[in-house]
């Protein structure tokens, strides 16, 4: 029987020859390639800053470590790969299902319902699902109007735009998340990035990942510099 593959990559010359090159090099991990990825990934993206990490899963954790504070009250989707709602939890926050509309995006005027009724809601975690991003006038206003934070998970929508807005831009959020899963639009394995247009985030976020999440043992990288106010002693 010929079933259709759950995902499958293509990988061409020219990827070969860079991991070739760079399996040649001095470093394999944490190098210069990082950041030569990441300049690119946020120029692509129209965002200011990105941090790359280990998988989408690790930019959600890492994303709610630096937005989000204990007991949070943050409204999400119950449309989405389990990472985005367990993120919530990693930070010891609450998630609060709202409904989709039909085309399998969070509702946003049902989230407006939401805060309308309640004002200790501190964020909104949305998913662009399938490649088909949420209406980002929406999506101001209701950071506008309520303050609040938001996330983007464009795990499934990076090359993807509503109206002008590019998925992974921020224009309308405070940070993105990316997967470069292999079922994904462009892979690296595993992988993953967080985009942000705020300094102070993408500081905060690359101390994380840079200098105590990942295994650097709390060295610092000679590729990335970050104020050490910034960093847990
Ligand atoms: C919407 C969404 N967010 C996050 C993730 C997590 O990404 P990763 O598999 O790279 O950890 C996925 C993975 O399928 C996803 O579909």
């Known amino acids: 029987m010929n079933f259709i593959p ?18 040649k090099s001095d470093f394999l991990t944490t190098g210069p390639k990082i950041k030569e990825f990441e300049e690119n990934l946020a120029n692509y993206c129209n965002a200011k800053y990105c941090v ?6 690790a930019a959600l ?3 709610s470590l630096v937005l989000l504070n204990e007991n949070d009250k943050v409204l999400t989707t119950p449309n989405s790969f389990l990472a985005t709602s367990n993120s919530i939890l990693y930070a010891k926050a609450k998630p609060i299902f709202v409904d989709i509309y039909w085309d399998g995006n969070i509702n946003l005027d049902l989230c407006e319902e939401e805060l309308k009724k309640d004002a200790s809601i501190k964020a909104i975690y949305v998913v662009h699902f399938s490649g088909n991003p949420v209406n980002q006038e929406k999506l101001k206003y209701l950071k506008e109007r309520y303050n609040i934070k938001i996330l983007e998970d464009c795990a499934h929508s990076i090359g993807a735009s509503f109206d002008g807005v590019k998925a992974g831009s921020c224009a309308n959020s405070d940070c993105s998340i990316l997967s470069f899963h292999p079922v994904k639009h462009i892979t690296t394995a595993e992988g993953g990035a967080i985009t942000t247009n705020s300094k102070e985030l993408y500081e905060k976020l690359l101390c994380r990942a840079r200098f105590e999440l990942l295994p650097n043992h709390g ?3 000679p590729f990335h510099s970050v104020p050490d106010s910034l960093c847990l002693p």
């Open 52 to 57: 790359v990490v280990s998988n989408g899963t």
């Open 61 to 63: 954790h890492l994303a």
């Open 6 to 23: 759950y995902g499958k990559q293509s990988i061409d010359e020219d990827d070969i020859k860079a991991i070739v090159e760079t399996l």
């Open 219 to 221: 060295s610092e990288s």
